[in-house]
């Protein structure tokens, strides 16, 4: 059974950073695309980023170019997101996925239960 678990969400004030990330199990997670998808209180579920399995191809929804990047570790099996400049609008449940064929700009897969990233002041 594929296992994922995201951590360090965390309520922040704008401007601010976070670095999420996400732990990897019962899977070749080197063999995988991943990804990172967000759901906002009251919106579907929104892509953010994708990364290549080796880590060097990355993708990034537009709203977020510039303020976050996705990364990985496949020696420890774990994908990484540092959000900088957080704003309000990036509050929501940050969940990481596996993803399919690149570019998976998706927001389906199998994820894990989320981590929440809340932007106030």
């Known amino acids: 059974e594929v296992q994922l678990v995201e951590s360090g969400g965390d309520l922040v004030q704008p401007g601010g950073s976070l670095r999420l990330s996400c732990a990897a199990s019962?899977?070749?997670?080197?063999?995988?695309?991943m990804k990172w998808v967000r759901q906002a209180p009251g919106k579907d579920l929104e892509w953010v980023s994708s990364i290549g399995k080796r880590g060097i191809l990355t993708s990034y929804t537009a709203s977020v170019k510039g303020r976050f990047t996705i990364s990985r570790d496949n020696a420890k099996n774990t994908l990484y997101l540092q959000l900088n400049n957080l704003q309000i609008e990036d509050t929501a449940m940050y969940y990481c996925?596996?993803?399919?064929?690149?570019?998976?700009?998706?927001?389906?897969?199998?994820r894990g239960p989320g981590t929440q990233v809340t932007v106030s002041s």
């Open positions: 019962h899977f070749t997670f080197s063999a995988y695309n």
């Open positions: 996925a596996k993803g399919a064929t690149w570019p998976d700009k998706s927001s389906t897969g199998e």
